[in-house]
């Protein structure tokens, strides 16, 4: 017969193993499997760029000394259209849906400094006197800042607008009428067919606020890691992107510090569930999402095959998300 002190202890023991299988269950089922998941996306290599030019089917891209420099942003418009800020080239390359190159638009977003110039800046690199790599696009109208200079503290000089429907019509404005962040979409004024997206952001994406328009019910989404950028397809999809942030394996904490290894992209229903989740390696820009649920990203071909090394500069290409039906 057991006595009293050892049969507390006997039960505590219990309690404490109960506790730990949990968690370990726990831990096993909360870390989501894509595989699991109700969407697969599947993958497409539209267009491939082995080495720099200004050709139909060509980018500009370069490396200086420990400082590469290539395109980086990506968008599409309503009829699926697929644009690259092709800077070094001073122009905006039009591509449909097969990488099919359709057009490009002279913008002048790229000048070189003179040896002059750069004799008297303390950066003892290249540098270039005008810079614009960040493109946007609302309501098929492209936009585009241009700083005097690719550092921090460059100053907005101009903002370069690209009218889609328009014939690809491009303007110049100055930019006191705009603030950057009134540019960069983000969540503010994104409607979809059935939900709006709150304009204030929470905990810096690492939840969202959506709001069903018909019953003007909310719902908060906590998001897996902190997201560069919210988008809202045509049926109402939610896409939650992550891009230049460490995305933490699971069992691992989130190290704002670490190097990013890819970009993620988690798609969500109205109601808030998830449906699927896209990993695209070597993505150069914040991937971009079409309103039919495409994911189109700009990405490098890296010489040496770690994100950790992204000067190892071999190539680039673009690829194409495509939602390949419910499991």
Avoid at 169 to 196: D, F, H
Avoid at 294 to 315: K, Y
């Amino acid at each position: 017969m057991c006595k009293p002190k050892e049969k507390n202890k006997e039960v505590f023991m219990r309690r404490i193993m109960f506790v730990w299988v949990f968690g370990v269950c726990l831990g096993l089922f909360s870390q989501v499997n894509p595989d699991t998941l109700p969407e697969k996306y599947v993958k497409k290599v539209i267009l491939k760029i082995d080495k720099p030019g200004r050709g139909p089917k060509e980018i500009g891209f370069r490396m200086w000394e420990g400082e590469p420099d290539y395109p980086t942003s990506i968008v599409a418009d309503s009829d699926g259209r697929i644009y690259i800020l092709d800077h070094l080239n001073n122009r905006v390359v039009v591509l449909d849906t097969l990488g099919k190159f359709i057009r490009e638009i002279p913008v002048k977003v790229y000048e070189e400094a003179s040896l002059e110039e750069i004799k008297k800046t303390p950066y003892g690199l290249a540098f270039a006197k005008l810079y614009g790599k960040e493109m946007y696009i609302k309501d098929d109208v492209i936009y585009i800042p241009v700083r005097d200079g690719f550092f921090v503290n460059s100053k907005l000089v101009k903002i370069i607008k690209i009218y889609i429907s328009q014939n690809w019509k491009v303007e110049e404005e100055k930019p006191s009428q705009y603030k950057l962040n009134s540019i960069n979409l983000e969540i503010k004024g994104v409607k979809g067919k059935e939900v709006k997206l709150e304009d204030k952001k929470i905990e810096g994406y690492k939840a969202i606020k959506i709001m069903d328009i018909k019953t003007k019910e909310t719902k908060v989404i906590k998001l897996p890691e902190p997201m560069s950028k919210i988008y809202i397809d045509q049926k109402g999809d939610i896409y939650a992107v992550n891009h230049g942030y460490y995305i933490a394996p699971a069992g691992k904490k989130y190290d704002e510090n670490h190097p990013a290894e890819y970009s993620l992209v988690v798609k969500y229903s109205i109601k808030g569930k998830e449906l699927a989740r896209v990993k695209i390696p070597y993505s150069v820009g914040i991937p971009f999402i079409t309103g039919k649920g495409e994911i189109v990203a700009l990405c490098r071909i890296p010489m040496i095959d770690t994100p950790q090394v992204p000067s190892h500069l071999n190539g680039m290409k673009v690829l194409l998300y495509r939602a390949g039906g419910r499991k």
